[in-house]
């Protein structure tokens, strides 16, 4: 990402404790203005297969990314003389195939009139600054999908418990139609009592314990600038791939209606 020009003023505030001129990765920006990244969630930078030619032909092939979460070992009180009942290794894993991974795209014009009201710093800057954010909304919108094709169920406290989740992971996100949230007496946003937060890119109403899945985003992210037309706009555009990786959909719950 590049610098925050240090004079840099706009109409909507500044990264939060963005001081100016500090650099920052791309990848950083996204992890800021995710929310299921700040509930824990990770986001994951897949590597690209690399290229085989073949004579003069290129071969494409899939290199697949795995997400592993380790869950408690099972023990159990056994009387002398008998046998230990072997259990499952506890270790989840969930693949991401980035080759078939879907593609999403944004594209937009900036016109000369408002790249001349600024510095190219603040250009590049706003750009770069709008793309992080969409990156982020969707990556958001990847978990949230994978997360209700699911079908999960209902959140109760009793499923949490039976899940093995510690109370403090677990975080909400509460959809445009606003199920199972009400803000609490202290002024704080929950969704059936879980600490929450808004996303607009569902509907429904999402209780989990986050750090048990992934997005993966491909690491050949294509960036797109170019003089769209005489009058010297500048059409951007931005290609990305993410597919979402959980292990163990039983850590996750809707909100009732």
Do not use: C
Not at 76 to 86: E, L, Q, S
Not at 100 to 125: C, G, N
């Amino acid at each position: 990402m590049p610098a925050v020009p240090s004079d840099y003023k706009a109409d909507y505030p500044r990264t939060v404790n963005q001081p100016g001129n500090e650099k920052r990765t791309l990848g950083a920006a996204l992890l800021e203005h995710s929310k299921v990244a700040k509930f824990g969630a990770h986001i994951v930078e897949a590597q690209s297969a690399p290229a085989i030619i073949d004579g003069d032909m290129p071969i494409l092939y899939s290199r697949n990314q795995d997400f592993r979460i380790i869950r408690p070992a099972q023990f159990a009180i056994i009387a002398d003389g008998d046998n230990v009942v072997a259990s499952t290794y506890p270790v989840l894993s969930a693949t991401a195939e980035m080759f078939d991974a879907p593609s999403a795209a944004v594209m937009f014009t900036v016109s000369r009139a408002d790249s001349k009201q600024i510095t190219e710093d603040h250009l590049e800057y706003e750009i770069m600054d709008s793309i992080a954010r969409g990156l982020a909304r969707e990556a958001d919108r990847v978990l949230t999908a994978a997360v209700l094709a699911t079908t999960p169920a209902n959140f109760t406290l009793a499923l949490a418990a039976a899940a093995g989740v510690n109370f403090k992971g677990l975080r909400g996100l509460v959809g445009t139609n606003g199920t199972a949230a009400e803000i609490r007496h202290d002024g704080v946003l929950v969704a059936e009592g879980i600490e929450a937060e808004l996303t607009d890119v569902m509907t429904d109403t999402i209780v989990g314990a986050w750090e048990n899945s992934a997005v993966f985003i491909s690491d050949d992210i294509h960036l797109i600038m170019k003089r769209a037309n005489v009058d010297g706009s500048i059409e951007v555009s931005l290609f990305v791939n993410m597919v979402a990786a959980i292990p163990d959909d039983s850590l996750f719950w809707t909100g009732a209606a």
